[in-house]
């Protein structure tokens, strides 16, 4: 499985709308209003690096108000619970 953070910036006017649409989009597991430097952080959970691509070009690149983005990919991730089993329904 891959797990990106993105972090994003978003024109003001569009932040609601924006974190909606992020919301509804497959692949993406949640999305958080952050105070600081970005406006939104959304988790991305894919089951492969073909399926996270997708989510990015088919998905995120299509929203409109979206200024700027930077992308953290996970290295490991450590939980308390069974990510794989949780988001396997999610994935696909």
Known sequence: MVT???LLKVERERLGRVAETLRDI???SEVCYVAGQW???AILRARDDDHFASIVTEGMLQVEGIKSSETLIA???LSRYDLGSVFASELG
Do not use: H, K, P, S
């Open 4 to 6: 990106a953070i993105v």
């Open 26 to 28: 497959t692949g993406v």
């Open 39 to 41: 406006d939104l952080v």
């Open 75 to 77: 290295i490991q991730v």
